[in-house]
């Protein structure tokens, strides 16, 4: 059963460091989405991507963020300066009708 | 924007039981509502969904009901097992394409 993937598994970086976290969603997938979890809370909504562009973005989504297709298959997450309360857990999904699909996630560690 | 709030945070069932976990949602515009099961450090995983026309439904052991009047919806776990043990979210969304709203989550344990 295809699956949602996502590299690396861990980050770990310094405060003011850039990363960029990298998902390949599912091929036949429209919708693609970035979710984060801090340890113990709810899955926070991101933003969301379709045809190219950004579809939506919550206030957390600022301009320290950034998302970008490179190519047919990658879709990436950029945080330009880490902060530490950046440190979550970050994960890609991508959407076949209003199904939502999940990668196994990066765990962030900003210190 | 819409806000799904779940209850309870935490719940402790014997081995056999049923849990149920319920959540409300403020926008009667959401359509769909999917549950989710969390593993500790594992991605969500999608367990069972219902959509607005459809007021229940079930899957061996878990069912889902809506109430669309009173905007709120529950998942079922009838003969909970040991491995049911996780945490579980509900969502909502308003349309195809938009994002989830997720719940709090709430931390089920299943004792043997």
């Known amino acids: 059963e295809p699956e949602v993937t996502q590299t690396p598994s861990h980050q770990v970086t310094q405060m003011g460091q850039e990363v960029i976290l990298r998902c390949v969603p599912i091929s036949n997938h429209l919708y693609f989405y970035w979710y984060r979890q801090i340890l113990g809370q709810k899955v926070e909504f991101l933003v969301s991507?379709?045809?190219?562009?950004?579809?939506?973005k919550s206030e957390i989504f600022d301009d320290q963020f950034s998302v970008e297709r490179p190519d047919g298959s990658n879709f990436t997450l950029k945080i330009r300066s880490t902060k530490l309360e950046d440190s979550a857990m970050y994960f890609c999904?991508?959407?076949?009708?209003?199904?939502?699909?999940f990668g196994s996630g990066t765990q962030l560690s900003v210190l | 924007g819409e806000n799904v709030e779940q209850h309870p945070s935490t719940l402790s069932v014997q081995e056999g039981d049923s849990a149920v976990i319920k959540c409300t949602y403020s926008d009667s515009a959401s359509n769909y509502f999917p549950w989710y099961k969390q593993e500790l450090g594992k991605r969500p995983q999608l367990i069972i969904d219902?959509?607005?026309?459809?007021g229940e439904k079930k899957d061996q052991r878990i069912a889902v009901t809506l109430n669309k009047t009173a905007k709120h919806f529950s998942l079922h776990i009838t003969e909970t097992q040991p491995e049911d043990s996780a945490v579980y979210f509900c969502a909502a969304t308003l349309e195809y394409g938009n994002k989830l709203v997720f719940g709090a989550g709430t931390i089920l344990r299943v004792k043997s």
């Open positions: 991507f379709y045809n190219n562009e950004i579809s939506e």
């Open positions: 999904a991508s959407r076949q009708g209003q199904k939502l699909f």
């Open positions: 219902i959509r607005s026309n459809v």
